[in-house]
């Protein structure tokens, strides 16, 4: 089973993108699911998550009014979108997509990693 993840890229400062990542709704329908991100020679850090049934957002400080969490669990995958607006140099990381049964704070022990994706944001 994976997590398939896409999106990022390369931007301004100051601007927009958008990540998705999408798994089987039969495998990840009761699964928290969200984004950690790392940069070189530093631990994933944990961004946001959002509970399996959507009710539930939780998120790291540094995000808040600039990112928003989203989930889709209406087709036959379970689709977590990272929708980061005002993107400032420091967000450049890759960013990752993750599930688990426990909430999403802490990367040791999450159950499934999606691919990384490159954010670079330039200044």
């Known amino acids: 089973v994976q997590l398939q993840a896409s999106g990022g890229g390369l931007v301004q400062a100051g601007g927009s993108l958008g990540l998705s990542c999408a798994g089987p709704?039969?495998?990840?329908?009761?699964?928290?699911m969200g984004w950690f991100r790392q940069t070189p020679g530093k631990e994933r850090e944990f961004v946001a998550g959002?509970?399996?049934?959507?009710?539930?957002?939780?998120?790291a400080d540094f995000m808040k009014g600039r990112f928003t969490i989203s989930r889709d669990n209406t087709m036959a995958n379970c689709t977590v979108y990272l929708q980061m607006n005002n993107l400032k140099p420091e967000d450049t990381a890759v960013y990752y997509c993750?599930?688990?049964?426990?909430?999403?704070?802490?990367?040791?022990?999450?159950?499934?990693w999606g691919k990384g994706t490159q954010v670079t944001v330039s200044s």
């Open positions: 709704r039969r495998t990840f329908n009761r699964y928290d």
């Open positions: 959002v509970s399996g049934n959507g009710r539930t957002i939780y998120s």
């Open positions: 993750a599930a688990d049964t426990q909430q999403l704070n802490d990367y040791r022990g999450v159950d499934y």
